[in-house]
């Protein structure tokens, strides 16, 4: 367990459902993350939150909508996914300080698979 | 952007050291050398990160080069649960876009019994 909990573990869902992933840390951090590792690929960051507002989104298609209420929560909101979206998410958070390098907490990630 | 570059893979027999090489050639004066591990079925975790001195904690160590344009993660002794894939990142110490962690394809490990 590594204080940053994502749920659920595994997803499957159709092109047509809507879905949303969740994100819990309790470590006092106060930026989140979601990032999307595909087979073979390098993980992708996908979203940057920082003090509850959303400061980066990485051309990320708008079938993929995150939210974050406060600073221990992340949600990503999905929507008329397609199959290539399959894919492990993972959600991380870290103490951002402008000055400060601070490491990042990754939780163990969602596997979607969209059918 | 600062990149990194590494092995694609590596092996090694439990109970030797590892060292894990990493070359970043354009890394800037600003730049913080962050090694991340990923092990199978979980997300990335912190590894060691540091700035021009070399770095030791209780997973690792940290040798960064004179010039800093190369760095390479020690493992003491390898056991089978450190097989994973372990990534080189460089970020920027004043946050912002440079200090997101930005990961590239690491170095996948293999250790032998």
């Known amino acids: 367990e590594t204080g940053v909990t994502q749920t659920p573990r595994h997803l499957v869902m159709g092109m047509t459902n809507k879905k949303s992933l969740k994100c819990e840390q309790h470590l006092g951090h106060n930026a989140m993350y979601w990032y999307k590792q595909s087979a073979k690929k390098p993980l992708e960051l996908m979203f940057v939150?920082?003090?509850?507002?959303?400061?980066e989104n990485n051309s990320v298609p708008s079938r993929f909508s995150p939210e974050c209420p406060n600073s221990s929560h992340l949600f990503l909101h999905l929507h008329t996914l397609q199959p290539e979206d399959s894919a492990l998410y993972l959600c991380?958070?870290?103490?951002?300080?402008?000055?400060?390098?601070?490491?990042?907490?990754f939780g163990s990630g969602t596997r979607l698979t969209v059918v | 952007d600062a990149k990194t570059t590494q092995p694609n893979s590596m092996e090694s027999n439990e109970e030797e050291p590892v060292h894990l090489p990493c070359n970043h050639s354009t890394i800037s004066g600003t730049d913080y050398i962050h090694w991340y591990r990923q092990l199978p079925s979980q997300g990335p975790e912190y590894v060691i990160h540091?700035?021009?001195s070399n770095v030791n904690n209780r997973m690792a160590s940290l040798a960064i080069a004179e010039d800093r344009k190369s760095s390479t993660l020690i493992l003491h002794r390898a056991t089978l649960r450190d097989a994973a894939v372990y990534y080189c990142?460089?970020?920027?110490?004043?946050?912002?876009?440079?200090?997101?962690?930005?990961f590239g394809k690491g170095t996948k490990l293999s250790v032998k019994p």
């Open positions: 990142i460089l970020r920027g110490v004043y946050g912002g876009s440079q200090g997101n962690l930005i």
């Open positions: 540091g700035l021009t």
């Open positions: 939150y920082s003090l509850e507002e959303r400061v």
């Open positions: 991380a958070s870290s103490q951002a300080n402008g000055a400060i390098n601070y490491g990042y907490t």
